[in-house]
């Protein structure tokens, strides 16, 4: 008797089961995680190379945990396209159901745009213009999903210009 009522309870459930999927998307199930570009730094400078580090937050508002699967990211300074640009692959989990998801992206630059960007940060010491464009992949229980990110902005009279111009005027030459 108690497999018959376990079958019976089974079965009522499944069908719930399915006649709540008919009713409920898994689109209306899964809300796109919000992901915003926050601001970068720019840790070292030498002659031959940057390291920058972009912040980014990332918020979840699902009941399930995601994963951040890869990174791809552009960014210009003061008027020099695509100087830094590349994909992280690191993979980070976010809990579900968090707002406050800090993701840091370490970079070094090794070209010859370096030697742009220092002359342009030079001629306006004050003032270093920004555009950041990328998309944050994530695995999630529906599939693999990507967000755009984007911020055009500018950083000035800051500490972390200050630390850059000191860092500038060990090796000026020009």
């Given amino acids: 008797m108690s497999k018959i009522y376990s079958k ?11 006649f709540l999927l008919n009713k409920v998307s898994f689109a209306q199930l899964f809300t796109k995680p919000i992901v915003t570009f926050n601001t970068f730094s720019i ?13 980014l937050n990332v918020e979840n508002p699902n009941i399930l945990g995601i994963e951040m699967k890869k990174v791809e990211y552009n960014l210009n300074i003061n008027d020099i396209e695509n100087f830094a640009e590349g994909v992280t692959d690191k993979v980070i989990k976010i809990e579900k159901s968090s707002k406050e998801n ?13 030697f742009s960007v ?25 599939g693999d999903i990507s967000i755009p990110f984007s911020k055009e902005s500018y950083i000035e009279n800051s500490e ?15």
């Fill in 8 to 18: 019976t309870i089974f079965t009522l459930l499944l069908t719930l089961f399915i």
């Fill in 43 to 55: 840790e070292k400078i030498s002659i031959s190379s940057i390291g920058i580090r972009l912040f």
């Fill in 102 to 114: 800090p993701i840091e992206i370490p970079i070094t630059i090794n070209n010859k745009k370096v």
């Fill in 118 to 142: 220092i002359k342009s940060i030079i001629k306006n010491p004050e003032r270093i213009d920004y555009k950041v464009t990328g998309k944050v992949y994530f695995g999630t229980f529906i």
């Fill in 160 to 174: 972390s210009i200050k630390s850059i111009k000191e860092q500038i005027n060990k090796f000026r030459f020009f």
